[in-house]
């Protein structure tokens, strides 16, 4: 059974920063590219290919950034000059077909 737990969410302000973690087990994370979805409005943030190419929805191209630690079984996500609009509930897993989702952590920006 492949557990996925997500956290680093949080109230900011605008502009403010954080930085997302997930923790995978019961599988490798090394074969897999990975991801983070904002769930409840279907879409993807950004993406990691197992050689570590990374890509972006356009809203958040040159904010966030996307990383692996293969070794550890882990996927981040530095987020950066957050906006009201990232406010969500995010989520890691591998690109479809997708593992069992976790509990998402929420992002909240606001002043």
């Known amino acids: 059974q492949v557990q996925v737990v997500e956290s680093g969410g949080g109230l900011v302000q605008p502009g403010g920063s954080l930085n997302l973690s997930c923790v995978v087990s019961?599988?490798?994370?090394?074969?897999?590219?990975m991801g983070w979805f904002r769930r409840q409005e279907r879409e993807m943030v950004a993406t990691i290919t197992t050689?570590?190419?990374?890509y972006y929805k356009g809203s958040v191209k040159g904010r966030f950034t996307i990383s692996r630690d293969n070794s550890n079984n882990m996927v981040y996500l530095q987020m950066n000059s957050l906006k009201p609009e990232d406010t969500a509930d995010y989520y890691c897993?591998?690109?479809?077909?997708?593992?069992?989702w976790g509990q998402g952590t929420q992002v909240t920006v606001s002043s």
């Open positions: 897993n591998k690109l479809a077909p997708f593992w069992s």
């Open positions: 019961g599988s490798t994370i090394t074969g897999y590219a």
């Open positions: 050689g570590g190419n990374a």
